[in-house]
C-alpha cells in the first residue's frame, strides 16, 4: 500500500507530532512504507507560513530537505492529469489545495493519510491519523 499525506499531518508531523495517532506515527517512520509528499503541500504551507497563519521552526526549504533527508519519503508533483481529476470532484470541500490531494490520491491510488473528516466524503481510501 503507498500513502499520500495531507498537509495538516505533514504540519503536525513538523511541529505537533503528538497529535498523530500510533498507527500513523509507525508508518510514517516505517522506512519499508511508501510514502508520498506532494508539491501541493509544500505550496500550501508556503503561503501560509508568508501570511502568518504557520509558524515554522526554520525555513521551508530547510525543513523539506531534512524531512526528504530523515523519512523515506517520496516527492509527487502536480500534473496536469491530476489537475483535470480536480474538476471531477462533488463541492463537499472547496479548498483548493485538499480537492488536489484527493485528486492525486485518487489518480495515483493512493491512500490519504489525514486528519480531516470532510476529505473522508469523497470516494478515496483515508488512513485516519488524529488521535
Known amino acids: 500500500m503507498s500513502y499520500l499525506l495531507d498537509t495538516t499531518v505533514f504540519v503536525w508531523l513538523l511541529k505537533e507530532p503528538e497529535k498523530l495517532n500510533r498507527r500513523a506515527l509507525d508508518l510514517l517512520e516505517d522506512e519499508g512504507q511508501d510514502v508520498f509528499l506532494s508539491s501541493v503541500t509544500s505550496w500550501e504551507v508556503a503561503i501560509k ?36 481529476a480536480v474538476g471531477e470532484l462533488v463541492f463537499h470541500h472547496r479548498d483548493p489545495f485538499d480537492r488536489m490531494l484527493i485528486a492525486q490520491a ?7 493519510m489525514t486528519a480531516d473528516a470532510v476529505l473522508e466524503k469523497y470516494p478515496v481510501e483515508t488512513l485516519w491519523c488524529r488521535k
Open 49 to 84: 507560513s508568508a501570511i502568518g497563519k504557520l509558524t515554522l521552526p526554520k525555513k521551508l526549504d530547510e525543513l523539506l530537505s531534512e524531512i526528504f533527508q530523515n523519512f523515506s519519503f517520496q516527492p509527487l508533483s502536480i500534473t496536469h492529469a491530476h489537475a483535470l
Open 106 to 112: 485518487r489518480s495515483e491510488k493512493l491512500v490519504l
